[in-house]
């Protein structure tokens, strides 16, 4: 006779999981190698990759490139600002707040000698219009085309000339002139050869057949300078004793 079974109930064949079963179901979850390896490389074909950051870096622009073409633009702090540029109001003008005062009149200037380079006597042994500049002025910029009309005053004498008198002739001259530092000629003049020191006056010049009007209208500023030389003969003495230099600037027609 057997023995009578004691303990639970028996499992019945439904609840019970054969290892076949259970082998099958690991096969396919299991996490090994080959899975990781299978699954990185499905996952890295969305990823960026080197090539196509390359690729798309070469179609957009280098920060530098931008900098270089910003700076050709004017900041729109300095629209309407002191120093910067002016703005267009809405009917397409310069606001008149930003526009300067219009100079309406235009009054002849009278510029008086800068600098007077002669101390004392002088004296030039070079046949040069440009032995020696004796005095400088600058005319400022009056804004508007102009002509110049120079004068001068010096005293001058051939005081190592030999004359039977000091007011006989002793072959010796000077010259004086006027120019601007392009060699253009504004006053000219040549004194006697007397020996006795005397006055010589320097008026406007013009070319022949020529006036100092015709010249072309000058803008800006204008230096113009004083230049004493020899003109003919071996020495001649100039001084600064009464040296008058000025220029009148007006209107060009």
Not at 58 to 64: E, G, I, P, Q, S
Request: a negative charge; aromatic letters at 10%.
């Amino acid at each position: 006779m057997g023995l009578k079974y004691v303990g639970r109930a028996p499992d019945a064949d439904a609840s019970v999981v054969t290892k076949k079963y259970v082998d099958d179901r690991y096969t396919l979850i299991k996490v090994d190698n080959p899975f990781i390896s299978g699954e990185v490389t499905a996952a890295g074909v969305a990823l960026t990759t080197q090539s196509y950051v390359d690729t798309q870096d070469a179609l957009v622009a280098h920060k530098a490139a931008v900098d270089i073409l910003d700076a050709n633009y004017v900041p729109i702090t300095e629209r309407a600002a002191a120093d910067g540029v002016a703005s267009i109001g809405l009917d397409g003008y310069i606001p008149a707040g930003q526009l300067p005062t219009l100079q309406t009149v235009r009054k002849p200037v009278v510029k008086n000698v800068d600098t007077i380079f002669i101390s004392g006597q002088r004296e030039v042994v070079t046949i040069n219009a440009k032995a020696f500049r004796a005095a400088t002025l600058t005319i400022a910029d009056p804004g508007f085309p102009y002509q110049v009309l120079a004068f001068a005053i010096i005293r001058g004498g051939a005081l190592n000339g030999t004359a039977a008198s000091e007011w006989v002739g002793t072959g010796n001259y000077g010259q004086i002139t006027i120019m601007r530092d392009n060699d253009t000629v504004f006053g000219k003049t040549i004194t006697s050869g007397q020996k006795e020191l005397d006055y010589f006056y320097v008026l406007p010049y013009g070319q022949l057949n020529t006036t100092p009007s015709t010249y072309p209208a000058l803008t800006g500023s204008c230096v113009l300078d004083l230049w004493i030389g020899l003109y003919g003969g071996t020495t001649y003495h100039f001084t600064s004793t009464d040296l008058t230099f000025y220029a009148i600037a007006y209107p060009a027609i």
